[in-house]
Every structure is written in C-alpha cells, then in structure tokens.
C-alpha cells in the first residue's frame, strides 16, 4: 500500500527473465522492420489515393529509406551516450507519431512526413543487439543476437502478407492505424520488461558529424534511388552524388581529428568491421532484390510473358515463408556460431544466397520456383545477419556496441536501397507497352537476378578476407554481466 510504482517497475525489470527481454526486443525489432514494407503493397494504387504523379508517390517508400540510414548511427551513439533503452523509447515515439501523421493524412505531404519519422524507428534493431550484449550471458548471447538480427529480414516478409489483406480489405489508412498500435505495443512491452542498461560511453553528441552525416548520405542516396527517374547524368543527379562524396570525405577527416566523434572510424576501419560491413551491402542489395523483382513477377499478368497472374495477398504469402524460415534458423544459427565461428556461417549464408538466384535462373517456370528460391533466400540472411553482429561485437569495444551495430545496419540500408533503384530502373528500361501498362520482360528479370548474384558473390569473397579471429579473444569483449 503506496508503494512507489517506479520502484515496482524497476524491481521487475531487474527480474525479467532473459527470453522475455528477447521476446519483447525481438518484437520491436520485428515492428520496425515492418515499416519497410508496410505501403509496398499500396505502390501502384498510391498516384491514385494520393492524387499525386508516380514519380512523387514513389518518395512514400524512398523517404523511410533515406531516414532509417541517416538515423540509424546517429541512435547508436545517442544510445552508447544516455542509454539505449531511453533511446529505444524515442525511436518507438517516433513510429507512433509517424503513424498518426499519415494516419490522418490525406494529402501526399503528410504521408511523407509520417513514413520518414516511421523511418527513424530502424534504429531499434542495433540498439536491442547491444541491449543484449550488456545483459545476457556469452552462452546465450550468440541464439539471441541471431533472433534479433533475423527481424530485419522477417519483419517485412512475415508483415506482407498483412498488409496486403488490410490494404485489400480496409481503407489504406488503417494501415498506419495499425502501425501506431504496433509502436504503442512495443513501447509497453519495453518499459515492463527491458530492463535499463547501464554500460554507457561518455561525452557529448557530435552535431556537427550528425548533420554531415545526414548530407552525405542523402546526397549518395538520393542518386542512388532517383538517379534512374532524373537522368544518371543530370546536373540534379550528378549534383546529389558530388555533394555527397565531398561532404562525406569532409566528414570523415572531421571524424578522424574531432574529440568524441560521431563514429570512431579507427574502430570502423578494422579489417573484421570494414570488411562485414562492406559485404553488408552486398546482403542488403541481395535481400531487397528479391523483395523488389519476386512479388512483381508473381503478380504480373499471365499472358505477359513472365507473369504467374497472382492477387497482391497471394503474392505475399509466396514470399512469406522466407521471413519464416528466417525466425525458425534463429537457434540453429547461434549453435552454428558458438560451434564454428560467425565468419564461417557469414560464408555460408552469403554462397547461400547466390545458390538461391542461379536456382531461379534456372528454373523459374513455376509459382513453387520463387517460393523455393526465396526460401533459400532466407536461409543465406538467417545466417549471415546472425553472424555480421558477432563479428563486430567481438571487434569493438563494449561502450561502441551501439554506434558499430547502428554503422552494420547502415551498410544494410546502403544495400537495400540501392537495390530498390538498380532493380526499378531494370525492370522500367526493358519494359514493353501493353494495353498502355508498361510490363517488364522476362530479360529485365533474368538481368535483375544476374545483378543480385554478382551482388551476393562479391559480399562471398570478402567473407572469405575476414580474419577468423579478431585481435582480442572470442567473446573478449562480451562481458559475463552475472
């Protein structure tokens, strides 16, 4: 009787088990990945519902990826500095907002608006990593990692499915509905559950390494997603890419002289750290590549050529099963880390994704042809994402954990949107006009898949260059925190 309800709160917290702090991170991680997809099923439709052009409309899913790879190491330092569970909150307010903005939108700016602040929430998955590695024993750290790392695939492949029911069935703002609630479920579950982490890195936020951050990469991937639709050799075009290179070059001088950096590029520059996060992109574009080219060749028309005729919902629930298999590798993949290593599950699960793509080249005649392949899809990213964060928590010190993952999930971002413009711009070049749709021929797919396995090969062979042991011992740095 008057008890102070903090103080309860805080003693549960303390007492929470370790797979219900997995549990509730886990579905956060899920919920922000879901953000990526969550309006994909409405692409065609947005033009109309938005009465907007095309090429405007395509900003509602450019917009989250921009954001989310700005954003995402600027939070794994806020994280290192003040908490990252504090900072989880703000991610997960920004989600909820976002989604009340578009929710109410009817107006394509303020969709905009609300799928960039939705964007910021990315930045949960790295952060619950490092949640993690502060407060879960070496011996159940590798199955938890690999959990949560696997949300960035599953979320957006297990969350399809529903959004294409609701968008099919409901008004599309009940889409953003739904995602607010999501936020509102993920907040409670962290504050009863996720207990505070107290490993923090001192110093101040560097502003001035933020903002060049954030010009840098908007302007690489603003040529990178709309260099197609601009001209590849636009001023716009050239302007956005010269502007980025310059001011990301500036930035990383700055970096390497200012006190309390934004990201400690000395740490980023270790060859298990530079090396992953290069072959990140690689993932990343590999991942995504199949998000872009397997729905549209699935719900492309019969007599087109290269279609299978399919509904928008049966379309999703083919890709689902790799956001499936995705979750169930989770365990076997932290076995497979402690047991060899996490560079040699890295190996296995990138050689993995390039068996999938020479599968699809080969046999893609069938609905069961892009199941099987995305399904092997899955099975290269339950493995590779489970064995990137190991690699460089095992490389980094352990007040960097948050800023290194957020840097991992950066390269990721990198991949992905990359791939969302190669993909589109293939797809729209090798098109043929019929009954005034522009549909994609079955070349433009067979070029997209040859992209991804040159993607997927090359992320292989620098899997290969990574030394099979950082400098410290394994798990050196992943503290016993019992």
Not at 284 to 293: Q, R
Not at 379 to 386: C, D, L, M, T
Request: proline residues 6%; contains cysteine; glycine residues 10%.
């Amino acid at each position: 009787m008057g008890q102070d309800p903090g103080r309860s709160r805080r003693r549960l917290t303390r007492t929470a088990p370790g797979w219900a702090v997995v549990a509730a991170l886990s579905f956060s991680g899920l919920s922000s990945a879901f953000m990526f997809t969550l309006v994909v099923p409405l692409q065609g439709e947005l033009p109309v519902l938005l009465d907007a052009a095309r090429e405007d409309t395509s900003w509602v899913v450019t917009i989250t990826l921009l954001v989310a790879a700005v954003a995402t190491p600027i939070s794994g330092r806020l994280g290192d500095m003040y908490g990252k569970r504090r900072v989880i909150f703000a991610l997960l307010a920004a989600l909820i907002v976002g989604s009340i903005v578009a929710a109410l939108s009817t107006s394509i700016l303020g969709v905009i608006v609300g799928r960039g602040l939705q964007g910021i929430t990315t930045g949960v998955i790295p952060l619950g990593i490092a949640i993690m590695r502060d407060v879960l024993p070496p011996a159940r750290l590798s199955t938890a990692v690999a959990l949560m790392s696997a949300t960035m695939g599953v979320g957006g492949a297990v969350g399809m499915p529903l959004a294409a029911l609701i968008a099919e069935t409901a008004d599309w703002h009940a889409l953003f509905w739904m995602s607010a609630g999501l936020g509102a479920a993920c907040v409670v579950a962290t504050w009863f559950v996720v207990p505070e982490d107290t490993l923090r890195s001192p110093g101040r936020l560097d502003l001035i390494g933020a903002a060049g951050l954030a010009v840098g990469l908007t302007g690489l991937l603003l040529y990178v997603s709309r260099g197609a639709e601009w001209g590849w050799g636009s001023p716009l075009a050239l302007g956005s890419a010269i502007i980025g290179v310059l001011t990301l070059l500036a930035w990383g001088v700055y970096q390497l002289r200012t006190q309390d950096p934004l990201v400690d590029l000395r740490v980023a520059a270790r060859p298990p750290v530079l090396l992953t996060n290069l072959a990140a992109i690689g993932m990343g574009f590999a991942l995504f590549g199949s998000n872009v080219t397997f729905p549209q060749l699935l719900e492309l028309p019969v007599g087109s050529g290269p279609g299978f005729g399919l509904s928008m919902l049966e379309a999703a629930i083919c890709i689902m099963p790799a956001g499936l298999i995705m979750m169930f590798l989770s365990p076997l993949s932290g076995l497979l880390e402690r047991t060899f290593g996490p560079r040699p599950l890295f190996t296995v699960g990138t050689a993995s994704i390039v068996a999938a793509y020479v599968f699809v080249l080969v046999w893609s005649s069938e609905v069961w042809h892009i199941v099987v392949a995305n399904a092997i899809i899955g099975v290269g990213i339950a493995f590779s994402f489970a064995a990137m964060p190991m690699i460089i928590m095992r490389s980094v010190p352990a007040d960097e954990t948050g800023v290194s993952n957020g840097l991992n999930a950066l390269f990721r971002s990198v991949g992905t949107s990359s791939a969302s413009a190669v993909m589109g711009g293939v797809l729209a070049a090798m098109s043929v006009s019929r009954d005034g749709r522009a549909i994609p021929t079955a070349e433009a797919f067979t070029t997209c898949f040859w992209i991804a396995i040159s993607a997927a090969a090359v992320a292989t062979v620098l899997t290969l260059f990574i030394p099979k042991r950082p400098s410290e011992e394994p798990h050196a740095s992943i503290r016993d925190p019992r």
